[in-house]
C-alpha cells in the first residue's frame, strides 16, 4: 500500500482595513510581518489605502500613495493581489487564535503579540532600513557633518498635558537633563521636530534648536532617522525612526517596547 505524505497548506497573514495615520498603519504592517515570522507563516503585502491627516489640497489617495511608496514595505513581498484564489479569514484576535492554514488572513495589526517581542522588532530594522531605502528621500534640513546631530520628538498640536491624548504628552522634565548630558560632551546641533509656534517652546532656547514645526512628515520622519541620537515620543512616528535609523535611540517609555540596545528616558 502506497504511503501517502500530507503537506501543510501555505498561511497568509496580510494587514488592511484601517484609516488611521500613517505611523500607525505602517507599525501595523511591521507587527504583522513580525507575525508572519514568529508564526512560520508568509507575510502578504496589502498598500496602503486610506491614510488620515491628508494635507489641505491632498487627496486622501495620493496621501495614501506617499506613505506607502516612502516606506516600500511591499518590496520584495507578495502581493496581497497576487492571492486573487485564496479564501480570506478574518484575524480579529491574533493575539488569541493562530492563522488558518490555506487562507488569507487578514488583521488590523499584532501588536499584542509583537510587543512581547522587542528583540522581533530589532531583527527586522536591518530588513525595514533596506525596504526604506528603496525609494528617494528628501535632504533634511539643518544637517551636515559638522555637528552631532540630535533629534527630539514632542507630541503637540492635538496632544496637551490635561486634555484629550494627554497620556501621549512628552513632559520636558526628565528630558532636559538628558539633552544637557549629551550636549556637555560635542559640538550638537538639536532639532525640535513638533507641532507649533517657537514661542511655545522657551525651555529649549539654551540649545539654540532648530525648529522644525509642522514641517512636512516625511521630511521630518527622515531627520530623524539621519539623527546621531534620536529622543521619542510616545509615538508611533518617532518609535519606527529609532527603529529604521543607526543612531543612539532614547527611547521615551509608551505601549510600544523598548528596543534592546535602546536607553531609556
Known sequence: MPLFRFSRRPTYVTCRGRDDGGGAQIAACVSTMIYARLRRATYVHSPLQTVAHAPLGESTEDWSARWENFFSLGYGETQASSLSGIPENTLAK?????PRSGKLNVVAHCHKVTDHHPEAWASIAPELRRK????PKPEPPGFDENFLHIAVHLRRGDVTADGRFSERFSSTDRLLPALRRHFS???????????GNAEDFPEFAEFDPWLHLDEDAFVSFHGMVTADVLFTAKSTFSYLAGIIGDGEVVYEPFWHPCLPGWKAL
Open 132 to 135: 526604506y531605502e528603496v525609494s
Open 94 to 98: 491574533p493575539h488569541r487564535r493562530s
Open 185 to 195: 560632551e560635542e559640538r550638537c546641533r538639536l532639532h525640535l521636530y513638533s507641532q
